[in-house]
């Protein structure tokens, strides 16, 4: 009976695991291959168009890569005149995107729509406007649209006119036709055209180490900054970095208040101006220079001058010129360079000079580029005697 009951017991495990081995369990939903929402969504007027910026995704809304044609659907709802102290919800926004204002074919990545205005959007009273996007797969369905960004309708800012600029020692000097009567914000974009040279070698012997430059200094190959004045017209980019060439466009930017929002109207982007920040722009001059007599060593009794100054702070300074001229002779004779090699240090000693003549001295900068300040004030010496 014992061995009986177990095996009665044995073959209905059996037929449970079996029964269980064979359950298919619940049944899964079909994936409908719906794209995942549009995130990262952006809307920036410009001139008579809002530019539209977002990142489509790579994944479906069941995390599979999508495979297969994806449109985009861009949506615009337009509202009335809204005063300044007016705010609009923006959960108030229909759902789902309507009207559809452009289709357009896109890729997983960054993606881009422009909406050029209808006259009647880009004349007074500015009113909001409220953009959506949503992905439709190649059957037409769609996981839902974004979240709504917004711009301005209205008209937007003059374009900047006669753009120009030039290379100054202080930086690239940028001009434009200012607009007359009124406060404005301008918005400059740069361009690295030519990258600068890491380092340069300075002419002289004295100086056949590496010179860093200005230049040798990593920046970005675009830059953005504003500037904001009556009636500027113009600003001076300090950044600007010798050995570099750029290339500058402008736009007016006016800000306002919609619906609880505080929005930009940007103008159409100027044309493009180029700038050479050439070295061609000389130190400045030494100041400070002072002399004081004395002797080559005290068994030699060798007269001598010594003369010293500030040292030049400027970033590419190679070294300095010494000049001097002769007070003693019938006529002041020339100003002559006492050395064919740059002085690397803001000191000079003379030993080439006479007992009890009296000299005259003057002290130029020099950059890595060869460029050569004024010259200094003069200081007058008398070499001593034995």
Same mark, same amino acid.
């Given at each position: ?8 017991l ?15 369990? +619940? ?10 929402? /549009? ?17 489509? +995704? ?24 809204i ?9 108030? %926004? ?8 452009l ?15 209808? %006259? ?22 769609? !996981?839902?649209?974004?979240? !709504? /960004?917004?711009?301005?309708?209205? +008209?937007?800012?003059?374009?900047i ?11 690239a000097? %940028?001009?434009?036709? !200012?607009?007359?009567?009124?406060a ?14 890491a ?37 001076v ?33 100027? !044309? ?6 050439? #070295?061609?722009?000389?130190? #400045? ?17 060798? +007269?001598a ?10 970033p ?11 007070? #003693? ?9 006492? #050395?064919?090699?740059?002085?690397? /240090?803001a ?15 003057? /002290? ?23």
């Open positions: 009976m014992g061995i009986w009951h177990m095996r009665g044995g073959s209905a495990l059996a037929l449970v695991l079996l029964s269980g081995c064979a359950s298919p369990g +619940p049944p899964q939903a079909p994936s409908l291959k719906l794209p995942e929402v /549009v995130t990262g969504l952006t809307a920036s007027r410009v001139g008579n168009e809002v530019q539209l910026h977002w990142i489509t +995704p790579t994944r479906t809304t069941d995390k599979l890569l999508i495979a297969g044609p994806v449109e985009a659907e861009i949506c615009r709802e337009t509202g009335g005149a005063s300044t102290s007016a705010r609009v919800d923006q959960n108030a %926004v229909h759902v789902p995107c309507s009207p559809v204002l289709r357009v074919p896109v890729k997983p990545g960054a993606s881009d729509a422009v909406d050029a205005l209808p %006259v009647e959007l880009t004349t007074a009273p500015a009113r909001l406007l409220a953009y959506r996007v949503q992905l439709r797969n190649g059957a037409g369905r769609t !996981a839902g649209a974004s979240a !709504a /960004v917004f711009a301005a309708s209205g +008209p937007a800012p003059m374009a006119e006669e753009l120009r600029a030039r290379a100054t020692k202080a930086g000097v %940028v001009e434009w036709k !200012a607009a007359a009567g009124e404005e914000t301008v918005e400059l974009d740069r361009t690295i055209m030519q990258p600068a040279t380092s340069t070698t300075a002419t002289s012997a004295a100086s056949t180490r590496k010179v860093d430059l200005l230049g040798a200094v990593k920046e970005p190959s675009e830059s953005r900054f504003r500037v904001s004045a009556v009636n500027a017209g113009g600003t980019d300090r950044t600007a970095q010798i050995g570099h060439a750029y290339r500058y466009t402008a736009q007016r930017v006016h800000s306002l208040e919609l619906g609880g929002q505080t929005l930009e109207l940007r103008s159409a982007v100027s !044309a493009d101006v180029p700038v050479e920040m050439k #070295d061609i722009f000389p130190p #400045d001059a030494p100041v400070g220079l002072v002399s004081a007599p004395g002797f080559a060593s005290d068994s030699t009794q060798k +007269p001058i010594d003369l010293s100054w500030e040292p030049n702070m400027e590419h300074v190679a070294g300095y010129r010494v000049y001097r001229h002769d007070l #003693d002779s019938e006529a002041a004779s020339a100003w002559k360079q006492l #050395d064919a090699e740059l002085v690397p /240090v000191a000079y000693r003379d030993l080439t000079v006479m007992a009890g003549y009296k000299y005259g001295y003057r /002290v130029t900068a020099v950059d890595s580029a060869g460029n050569e300040s004024a010259r200094s004030d003069e200081v007058v010496e008398t070499a001593p005697g034995p």
